[in-house]
């Protein structure tokens, strides 16, 4: 799933793929974020952070495709705010200790050994007191077929991300089985793993 592969996704409707309400994970835990500036990793067309910014914060949005950044700063401007847009391979893209009130990640399904290094760097990239939001596909929702990757390697437990995020203080780690409604790439139920991760 390269860039490619993410620019023909986003290309192929005129809409939005996954939709332009932000994750409903997402905005039930908002509120933990505090004031500054929030940094939205694979965020392809925008959702959560056209959301994050219209509640205040000042926020960068990163993914490989070109195509989903568009669709986000169009989105952005037709809701009114502004938000910085980074055309990144999450492989040599580099997160600035420290500089994070919030970081989010809505089903950034990646390679395990880049998903601990990103891992890694998450927990080293977030200011005191800052917050990640996370949530992902387990490996039961292969079940269902109702969206994510195929792969289980590239499927998130709770228990490798308590391995992976170490540092952070859990302030909700579960694994649920939700409807998820997001557009035409998520539409049924789903088995996903939601964790809201402070650094103290």
Not at 83 to 94: C, G, N, Q, S
């Amino acid at each position: 799933m390269d860039a490619a592969f993410w620019n023909h996704r986003y290309s192929g409707i005129a809409g939005h793929v996954y939709g332009e309400k932000p994750n409903a994970f997402v905005a039930e835990v908002a509120s933990h974020i505090p004031p500054g500036p929030v940094l939205c990793l694979a965020e392809g067309e925008g959702r959560n952070a056209v959301f994050l910014a219209s509640l205040g914060h000042a926020v960068t949005a990163v993914d490989q495709s070109e195509v989903g950044l568009a669709k986000a700063r169009r989105l952005a401007a037709a809701r009114g705010v502004a938000i910085t847009t980074e055309v990144v391979d999450l492989a040599t893209y580099r997160i600035t200790p420290g500089a994070w009130s919030g970081i989010v990640a809505t089903f950034a399904h990646l390679p395990p050994a880049l998903r601990r290094a990103v891992h890694a760097a998450v927990v080293q990239g977030l200011a005191p007191g800052g917050v990640f939001i996370l949530e992902a596909y387990t490996p039961a929702q292969l079940t269902f077929g109702t969206g994510g990757p195929k792969a289980v390697e590239l499927l998130m437990t709770l228990a490798a991300l308590h391995e992976e995020l170490a540092g952070l203080e859990f302030l909700v780690g579960r694994e649920v089985e939700r409807e998820v409604q997001e557009g035409c790439g998520h539409s049924g139920p789903g088995a996903v793993v939601q964790v809201l991760a402070r650094r103290p």
